[in-house]
């Protein structure tokens, strides 16, 4: 197989965005090709996988051929991958896969997600459509009330607490103090996390992401484009994608993402790397308990001891064992769906190049992005590394 | 006649010559639906009493064409209109399955004070209205859409717990290895929270949007069967959210929404 590696990423900032989705992609395209050393021009790539659920409808049909020609790229082959919240993170893998495989030297890979341009009614529709429709849906379940549901389970095999879900939402809100694209730079203390309005118990407010606007891009390149274009690329190490059950209730555990654990392994496996090394993970707290989970998921702990994981702070930049969502993650830098996979590989991007301003991770030298689809259905885990082995 | 047992969330009682259950429900003395229940639930309800004090065969039922498949994928083992010994009437928040030819003075039905749940009358009016709204056809969901060909290819799993043979709940259109699934037993109508869940109102789904402030929010269950399959369902009649993991609950067939002018019935569950 062919060495990838990401020599451009960029993003907008991530919130309630005046502009258009079409016009959030292009600036977000033109950031990612900004940031490359080396001179490349959006109609030059071979390929454009783009990551979005086309919330809204707007546009449906063709969004990535109406997308890609906005953003400098017409006739570049596109297409649009759909795969709920982890769109854009099945995206990266198929852009990865293109140029692995030797069939493309160049791609762009991004996400984009307009969500709070709709009516609060045509919006909650939205929302629900990616859960499992016709048995969980009618027996009164969005997703905070899937993840709901695992939290309860968790607390009761595992003694995990609604405190440790609030350790969790404060250092994500303080991690994206320091993070210019952040849609929530609030610190929020833990009093106030702990006395949120209840969602869906035991969620509060607190625990959950908000809907927010946003793009988010990057180019991959083969190692040799690479090394032509940068002097120091991201490399690609290890892709991992799995799929589980849609409903959580055919699923034989409610506290642990079968498909979060296999994507990971065949990550780990491709990329020679363990749980131990990293040194920055991007995960997909789109809840608090989802942030927990992944921590057990992904190896950074012990199965049943992501409470403790959270309560000892382990996740926090520049702390903790290994700094978990440094961005802020979905929590607090927001959760434009299709774009959120996309994005976390820009921050990984910028920590690993020591572009990350005042949140960079000390000594980055792996990260690891891990994006889920609903409330588990579907999962991306991506690492990457300075050094190409 | 006083109603003194208790049945699929119902007060029940045997006479000589069939089976009589009423809602629980009381605005002041007067008798009303639970949240969740109609004339036709009630009806499905006497009729699993019936079953449960050993009947089962052929019953004269009325029904209209929209009720005729609730009825049937709810209780597979009744033989509906078999020139039957048996018939069913409905009465006002109340059903009786009797012996053909016997009568009941429905106005002399009662249920024992101790089985009653007594709410305010705004709070029954509310629930009322919640629904005519919901079930007028100018109320175009805002959910998650589920069509009618879907809903009715479903009932048989939704209402009658048909599994495939595995058994797995719901059934799947195909096997691993390609092949078409068998069909299996039907699970049983008991089952263990596993976990749950309250969404209060503005965080419950857009389909119950109207319903769910008149009911403080939903209550939501994972629940496990003994025969090894899980499913979701919503807590039945919303008087009593106060569920716990490991609990055993029962399933009973009530309104679940309505959606572009068609109401829709699934299994929901009551504590045991």
Known sequence: ?389 | MILDASVAGNAAGSIDDGVVVASVFHVGDRRVHGPDADDLTMLIDALEAWRQRGHEGPVDLELSEDERPIVAASLPWLIVDGGAKHVAHRFHCGAAVLVRGSSLDDAAVAVDVGLRIVIEADAHDAITTAWSTEMAASNVSQGAYVSGQVHDLGLEARLGMQAQAGPVWPPRGALADGGLPEHGACLSMTARVVSWTRLIAAGCPSEFAIRAPALGGLTSMILSFEEGPSGVFLHADGHDNDVNIDDDVQLVVRRVYAQDGVLRYGRKAIRL
């Open chain 1, 1 to 389: 197989m062919v060495d990838v590696a990401m020599v451009g990423a960029g993003q907008t900032p991530y919130g309630t965005h005046p502009a258009a989705m079409k016009d959030m992609w292009a600036d977000a395209v033109r950031s990612c090709f900004a940031s490359i050393d080396g001179d490349l021009a959006p109609a030059s790539v071979d390929e454009v996988f783009l990551g979005s659920t086309a919330f809204g409808g707007g546009q449906l049909g063709n969004t990535a051929a109406y997308l890609a020609e906005h953003a400098g790229m017409a006739g570049v082959p596109a297409r649009r991958i759909e795969n709920a919240c982890a769109s854009s993170g099945f995206a990266l893998r198929d852009g990865w896969a293109a140029i692995a495989s030797g069939r493309a030297d160049v791609v762009v890979v991004g996400g984009v997600e307009k969500m709070n341009d709709l009516t609060p009614e045509r919006k909650r529709y939205w929302l629900g459509v990616s859960g499992d429709t016709e048995w969980e849906r009618l027996a009164g379940l969005t997703f905070p009330g899937t993840y709901a549901l695992m939290a309860r389970r968790h607390m009761h095999e595992h003694g995990s607490t609604h405190d440790d879900l609030v350790h969790i939402s404060v250092k994500n809100h303080a991690h994206a103090l320091d993070n210019p694209d952040a849609h929530l730079r609030k610190d929020v203390s833990f009093e106030k996390a702990a006395s949120g309005m209840v969602i869906a118990d035991p969620l509060t407010l607190y625990d959950c992401c908000p809907t927010s606007d946003g793009a988010a891009a990057v180019v991959l390149a083969s190692a040799d484009v690479a090394r032509k274009l940068t002097d120091t690329p991201v490399w690609m190490r290890g892709s991992g994608a799995a799929s589980d059950h849609l409903a959580l209730h055919d699923r034989p555990s409610l506290t642990t993402l079968a498909a979060t654990r296999s994507a990971a392994s065949q990550a780990y496996a491709q990329s020679g790397i363990t749980a131990s090394d990293l040194d920055l993970v991007e995960v997909h707290d789109c809840f608090t308990v989802a942030e927990l989970l992944a921590t057990e998921d992904l190896g950074l702990t012990e199965r049943g001891q992501g409470g403790v994981f959270a309560r000892d702070g382990e996740g926090r930049r520049n702390e903790g064992r290994t700094t978990v969502n440094g961005s802020g993650g979905l929590k607090a830098k927001g959760h434009p769906l299709g774009a959120t996979g996309a994005g976390q590989a820009v921050e990984v991007f910028k920590q690993l190049r020591g572009d990350a301003g005042p949140r960079q991770v000390r000594d980055a030298e792996v990260g690891l992005t891990h994006n889920v689809g609903g409330s588990g259905a579907t999962c991306a885990v991506h690492v990457f590394g300075r050094s190409v082995e």
